[in-house]
């Protein structure tokens, strides 16, 4: 298949475009290289690059529809994998603008291109954040009422909302996953990243934001590559959406403290707490995932919460000494 990845230059798009690769699809990239193009140098230009020669990579802005319509002109594409936004929520939180461009109009961008180009296959990397704060429910597919409580949430949701006009109206196949927090090597942002950065600038203190109770389940990323290929590897007719998260509860914020502080041989580190149930004003501090659907169509995930994010800690100490 031609496959377009929107966004694959990211953290979790670039290990989706090295499967999507070694499987022998025809993979376009498009991306506008927030975060530089580290994570698909081995693809254009490595020792894999040769293998790789089905790569066609597009640095544009995806929310520039002459752009991105120039793109399917030249490419027979078949499907779109859409895992383009901006995944800095605090970034998007001071400048609400961001969000829309980057999580919400990217979105419609595709959809428009898909529109005229008529392309039916969509999937869409959607978050827990739609939901907003919902602690004492156990969140299913079909929960209602939902208030995202940062624009990263709000602009996720309304993408949801037009994907699912476009579904209907130009009777595309979409699958669209809500992730919980998803880690693993060449991650750009989040919690392990900064506690690791904190901790190379100073190893005698830590400062932790909220009161490090905050619980939540984190997925590791080859676990998540593998429920996005399971569930797209035929694509039905219409639309679903699946929770996608790990089955053991979520690891608290100070334990990925404990897990960053053994694992960098550190001893004696003062965690300073900045107080609070949440971390910035935006987050969600706690949520309960119910992930039947998903477990019912056969897949599950390797790793627990708290072994992922002990495994990307060593990915990190691993990759910091390359
Ligand atoms: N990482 C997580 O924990 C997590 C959790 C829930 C949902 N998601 C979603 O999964 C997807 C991938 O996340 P990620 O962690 O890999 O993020 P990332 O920031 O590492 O990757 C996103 C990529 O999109 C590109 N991009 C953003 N806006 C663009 C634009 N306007 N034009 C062109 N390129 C643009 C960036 O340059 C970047 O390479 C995102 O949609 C994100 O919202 C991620």
């Not at 031609?2 to 694959?8: E, Q, R, S, T, Y």
């Not at 400048?95 to 291109?113: G, Q, R, V």
């Not at 919980?180 to 060449?186: D, E, K, L, M």
């Not at 203190?205 to 619980?215: P, S, V």
Request: net charge negative; proline share 3%.
């Amino acid at each position: 298949m031609n496959i377009l990845v929107a966004g694959g230059a990211g953290f979790i798009g670039s290990h989706l475009m090295d499967y999507l690769l070694d499987e022998g699809h025809n993979v376009i990239c498009v991306d506008k290289l927030i975060f530089g193009n580290k994570n698909i140098l081995h693809l254009l230009h490595g020792k894999q690059a040769s293998e790789s020669r089905k790569i066609r990579f597009y640095k544009t802005e995806l929310s520039n529809q002459q752009a991105v319509d120039a793109i399917f002109d030249e490419n027979q594409i078949d499907a779109v994998y859409h895992m383009a936004a901006n995944s800095d929520i605090q970034k998007g939180g001071q400048e609400p603008s961001i969000d829309f461009n980057d999580t919400f109009m990217t979105t419609h961008t595709l959809l428009e291109s898909m529109r005229k180009y008529e392309v039916k296959n969509l999937f869409f990397a959607s978050t827990s954040a739609v939901y907003g704060e919902m602690p004492d429910i156990e969140l299913t597919e079909s929960t209602g009422g939902l208030k995202p409580v940062s624009y990263y949430g709000g602009a996720k949701l309304a993408s949801e909302a037009i994907i699912s006009s476009y579904a209907s109206m130009c009777d595309m196949n979409v699958v669209v996953f809500r992730f919980p927090n998803v880690i693993g090597p060449r991650l750009t942002h989040g919690v392990i990243f900064d506690f690791i950065k904190k901790l190379k600038d100073n190893p005698y203190k830590l400062e932790i934001l909220g009161n490090g109770t905050q619980c939540k389940p984190y997925i590791y990323i080859l676990d998540l590559v593998d429920a996005i290929v399971h569930l797209t590897k035929n694509w039905f007719p219409g639309e679903e959406i699946y929770n996608l998260s790990v089955a053991s509860e979520g690891t608290t914020v100070t334990k990925i403290a404990q897990i960053v502080v053994e694992e960098l041989g550190l001893e004696n580190v003062d965690f300073c707490y900045t107080g609070g149930d949440r971390g910035w004003k935006g987050d969600v501090p706690r949520f309960k995932y119910d992930i039947s659907k998903i477990l019912s169509t056969g897949w599950k995930p390797v790793y627990t919460s708290t072994e992922a994010v002990r495994q990307t800690v060593k990915d990190a100490i691993f990759q910091m000494k390359q």
